[in-house]
């Protein structure tokens, strides 16, 4: 979800391990040309499920850390290509919390129908990302550096 610390924690999971990082929310914005809430604003929420499975499609994921859009579950091909030469990770974190975080969601391009709560959004996606992850971790009163860690020990128990 927006505000869970994938691209904070990203950065500094590829710095740890020597890493390229990639920021699929930039790579988006960069291929379109708009931010992604004009995309969203201008094509809807689909359009810009549409380019992130394009640019997801098109990344070469071995040896980088890639901070994916949080609609990147919505596409079978593109889990499947980031799987299939990569490990997913779910950064869990509780509502309230990306609530706090991301306060006014509404500039922040989030892929959702016009009629969904971020609530309903939150638990749509809960299950999407719990059943795509190879690893889940409860990121629930821990700092980036602390998630970081978490991510470092269970990728070495993979």
Request: charged share 25%.
């Amino acid at each position: 979800m927006p505000g869970s610390g994938k691209s904070t924690v990203g950065v500094l999971l590829a710095k740890r391990l020597g890493l390229g990082f990639v920021d699929t929310d930039l790579l988006i914005q960069q291929e379109a040309g708009r931010t992604l809430q004009e995309i969203v604003d201008g094509d809807g929420y689909q359009a810009l499920r549409r380019i992130e499975e394009q640019v997801l499609l098109k990344l070469d994921v071995r040896h980088q850390v890639i901070s994916t859009g949080g609609s990147a579950v919505y596409s079978e091909p593109a889990m499947q290509h980031l799987k299939a030469d990569g490990v997913v990770v779910f950064l869990d974190i509780p509502l309230d919390i990306v609530l706090d975080r991301i306060g006014d969601h509404s500039a922040r391009g989030i892929s959702r129908r016009p009629d969904q709560s971020l609530e309903e959004l939150f638990n749509e996606r809960f299950e999407l990302y719990s059943g795509a992850a190879d690893i889940v971790l409860d990121c629930v009163g821990k700092n980036h550096e602390e998630v970081c860690n978490a991510v470092l020990e269970a990728l070495s128990g993979s």
